[in-house]
């Protein structure tokens, strides 16, 4: 079991920055891919990145390629998406989720764990 839960979400202006952090309880965070999806209001979930266990393979949607960052630090059991330039299409509730193994980030997560979600709204 892991718990998860997300945190720096908020409002900011179009060309504006937020990292989101997504804390997880659990002594075997380090064992999970791990990333962040985001439903915006009257839409499905999407996945938005992924990063493998050991952090050496990332993933994302093509609408975030070169704006968003998926990171993670495994002592601190905690998962981080830094979101630049970011664009009113970019509102949300984004959503940090976790794969037991085996898992690829390849192409999205599962999502067996998920966190509660946190607002971003990027106004234009």
């Known amino acids: 079991q892991v718990q998860l839960v997300e945190s720096g979400g908020g409002l900011v202006q179009a060309g504006g920055s937020l990292r989101l952090s997504c804390a997880a309880s659990g002594r075997t965070f380090s064992n999970y891919a791990m990333g962040w999806f985001r439903q915006a209001p009257g839409m499905e979930r999407e996945f938005a990145a992924g990063?493998?266990?050991?952090?050496?393979?990332?993933y994302y949607r093509d609408s975030v390629k070169g704006r968003f960052t998926i990171s993670r630090d495994n002592a601190k059991n905690t998962l981080y998406l830094q979101m630049n330039s970011l664009k009113p299409e970019d509102t949300a509730v984004y959503y940090c989720?976790?794969?037991?193994?085996?898992?690829?980030?390849?192409?999205?997560?599962?999502?067996?764990?998920w966190g509660q979600g946190t607002q971003v709204t990027v106004s234009s």
């Open positions: 989720a976790a794969d037991t193994p085996p898992s690829t980030v390849v192409g999205g997560l599962r999502g067996d764990y």
């Open positions: 990063i493998s266990w050991n952090g050496r393979i990332t």
